[in-house]
């Protein structure tokens, strides 16, 4: 018998003060209260989820490289590789790119710097 995941009503992100509330879940009554004194406290922007972005931002990853395909791309290219791999570590990055590092901004640099200037 499979076990439905339960969905959290809000997400709270502390680094950004923000409170993005899921409308498609019924809130309890003890979700309601608490997100209302976050929201009251002055201290938390609140935003809603939107369903429509989430597609819009699966179809647009949809053409973009993964992470396999791209250390693949970059087997041959060993400076350009460790590079990627750098720039992709978060813990103790030495490298990063626009001032931010991780997957997103790795695959950010790999097509501009390495694929886009292929072309």
Excluded: C, H
């Excluded at 409308?23 to 009251?40: T, W, Y």
């Amino acid at each position: 018998m499979a076990t439905k995941k339960k969905q959290k009503y809000f997400e709270i992100d502390e680094q950004k003060k923000v409170i993005t509330l899921d409308m498609s879940v019924k809130p309890s009554a003890a979700d309601e209260k608490f997100v209302g004194i976050l929201i009251a406290s002055g201290a938390y922007k609140v935003r809603q989820k939107s369903e429509e972005k989430a597609k819009q931002m699966k179809a647009r990853a949809k053409g973009l490289p993964t992470d396999k395909a791209i250390l693949e791309a970059l087997a041959k290219d060993e400076k350009n590789l460790a590079m990627y791999k750098a720039i992709k570590q978060v813990k103790d990055a030495t490298e990063s790119y626009n001032g931010k590092n991780g997957f997103f901004a790795a695959r950010s640099w790999y097509l501009k710097e390495v694929v886009g200037k292929k072309k």
